[in-house]
């Protein structure tokens, strides 16, 4: 079992930064791949970012390529989104899951946190 916990998010204007957190607790949290989705009102989940347990293999979006880094600190229990140059469009709710493997398919990730609100403002 894998508890995750999500925090960071909040209102920046447009072109700021914001850096998203997932807790996780659980003593097998190293060996899961990590992701984060976003759903915008009205919108499907759709994906964001990925990390496998050793960081060799990272997916992002089209969409956030080049802004967003997914990083994970495994002796913390935390993966991180850090989101620069923001933009209206990426505002959503922002949630982690964790997988067996790197996935872009929410499908693929048995455990999900609560989310976190991501409002950008033009």
């Known amino acids: 079992q894998v508890q995750l916990v999500e925090s960071g998010g909040g209102l920046v204007q447009a072109g700021g930064s914001l850096r998203l957190s997932c807790a996780a607790s659980?003593?097998?949290?190293?060996?899961?791949?990590m992701g984060w989705f976003r759903q915008a009102p009205g919108k499907e989940r759709e994906f964001v970012a990925a990390?496998?347990?050793?960081?060799?293999?990272?997916w992002y979006a089209d969409s956030v390529k080049g802004r967003f880094t997914i990083s994970r600190d495994n002796a913390k229990n935390t993966v991180y989104l850090q989101m620069n140059s923001l933009k209206p469009e990426d505002s959503a709710v922002y949630s982690c899951?964790?997988?067996?493997?790197?996935?872009?398919?929410?499908?693929?990730?048995?455990?999900w946190g609560q989310g976190t609100q991501v409002t950008v403002s033009s």
């Open positions: 899951g964790a997988s067996q493997k790197v996935s872009v398919y929410e499908g693929d990730y048995a455990y």
């Open positions: 659980g003593r097998t949290f190293s060996t899961y791949a």
């Open positions: 990390r496998s347990w050793t960081g060799v293999a990272t």
